[in-house]
């Protein structure tokens, strides 16, 4: 990592390059001048005040720090996997200036006292924002619901299962009614554990011609319904994460339309690649839920230019070796995606199946909506902004990622997108290259 610059005291200066503007798309950069963790002034003002340094993003385009709102940083636990420090900054390096931490760690994030370890090791270690996920069950078990007023207390800024279940619908609706008691969002990955039983991989013709066992799209869209069903009842904000159908999509459509709260994301992967994937027997595409057909994949990102779907996820998980190495059904689930998402994401502007703004929205001010802010690049709004080079390229290797996890989804291929600085509260969280004195 490069030397990093703090302009907290004598500013810092962005010149050139285009400003994305949430809900307007790209225009040229006024300027902006950086000072004490905010953005001080944009346009005139931003040109003609004093400043410690200046970076030039000619050629580059100027985001809002994009928000992850699942991401593994696995700790506390083992280490083996990461920590805070690592996948912190390798979400700095994927221009990620806040991540939702998962709760499922070890132990379990289902007290206000694990919340409060990943906050202190986030103050102490992290370099982006972190903004814990709370249990909504203990232990994540899906049955004994967990304090939810104390994780609310303690930081948390919703509750969820993580990738797991909850035993049943009665459970699942005290869990609503009880978040809605204390107004959580509540997180939920939707999967039927009975429909989706042993399985690992889309029920469908890949699964059928390499004899592997598969969860139908029915184990989402059974869960979904239910889900809605009750969130309508309780009218608790619920939050589905992780959809990888396009009857998923419909329903969230129809939901919406209807005035339930309901919000949704998406895993990146899921836009990008399909069943067919796991053709050579790939782990790294072991994933949960499982990549599907190409017609979910357009459904989805249909979804997400439409605006249907709120916001793309990481859905990070970093993991040794170990646990990528096995045959494919005893591997784990997960991707080491947190730095490959933009770049992805610039493929898919590059064959026209996205629009640059949508992507950016759904990486900004989408998740962000799902948490109740705001962001925006206003003179007085917090310096949580990314600078990137859509058009230079790079390379995801060992040598490359910042992550323990070393299974990003492309490996050792040419990819768009090279992120060349990060600003949380006005420090570079990363940085590529040098920036210029003040003038």
């Not at 928000?67 to 390798?90: H, V």
């Not at 608790?236 to 129809?254: F, G, K, N």
Request: glycine fraction near 12%; aromatic fraction near 4%; charge should be negative.
């Amino acid at each position: 990592m490069t030397q990093v610059v703090n302009g907290s005291e004598a500013g810092l200066r962005l010149t050139g390059g285009q400003l994305f503007v949430p809900n307007e798309g790209l225009i040229a950069n006024p300027g902006l001048l950086v000072r004490g963790g905010y953005i001080e002034a944009v346009g005139e003002q931003a040109r003609a005040g004093e400043a410690g340094a200046t970076f030039s993003a000619e050629g580059h385009i100027i985001a809002p720090g994009f928000i992850d709102l699942c991401c593994n940083l696995r700790e506390p636990g083992n280490g083996q996997k990461g920590n805070i420090a690592s996948e912190t900054r390798a979400a700095a390096h994927g221009g990620f200036t806040t991540v939702c931490a998962s709760p499922e760690t070890s132990p379990v994030n289902d007290s206000g006292a694990v919340t409060n370890l990943i906050l202190d090791g986030a103050g102490s270690r992290g370099v982006v924002r972190v903004l814990p996920i709370g249990a909504i069950t203990r232990g994540l078990d899906g049955d004994l619901l967990s304090d939810m007023a104390g994780l609310k207390a303690a930081g948390c800024v919703a509750v969820g299962n993580g990738s797991r279940g909850v035993r049943n619908a009665r459970i699942l609706r005290r869990c609503m009614a009880y978040a809605q008691t204390f107004g959580l969002t509540v997180m939920f990955s939707p999967e039927n554990a009975a429909l989706a039983a042993d399985g690992y991989a889309h029920d469908g013709q890949v699964t059928t011609r390499l004899g592997l066992l598969g969860i139908p799209e029915v184990a989402e869209t059974a869960a979904v319904m239910e889900m809605l069903l009750l969130a309508e009842e309780t009218g608790v904000q619920l939050h589905l994460s992780q959809l990888s159908c396009a009857r998923s999509v419909e329903m969230l459509a129809e939901a919406r339309q209807k005035g339930v709260r309901v919000t949704a994301d998406v895993a990146m992967h899921q836009l990008v690649f399909t069943e067919t994937a796991l053709a050579g027997f790939d782990s790294r595409f072991h994933v949960r839920p499982p990549l599907r057909g190409e017609a979910d994949r357009q459904a989805l990102l249909a979804g997400v230019r439409a605006g249907v779907i709120d916001a793309i996820v990481s859905q990070h998980q970093p993991h040794d070796s170990a646990a990528k190495q096995a045959p494919l059904p005893a591997t784990e689930p997960g991707l080491s995606s947190i730095e490959s998402v933009l770049s992805l994401g610039l493929e898919l502007v590059t064959r026209n199946e996205l629009a640059m703004a949508d992507l950016l929205r759904a990486l900004t001010n989408g998740p962000a909506g799902v948490l109740g802010q705001a962001t925006a690049l206003t003179a007085g709004a917090p310096a949580d902004l990314c600078v990137f080079d859509p058009d230079a390229r790079w390379q995801p290797a060992v040598t490359t990622l910042l992550s323990a996890g070393r299974h990003a989804p492309v490996m050792d291929r040419s990819l768009p997108g090279v992120m060349k600085l990060t600003l949380v509260a006005g420090r570079a969280a990363w940085q590529a290259g040098d920036i210029a004195p003040g003038k």
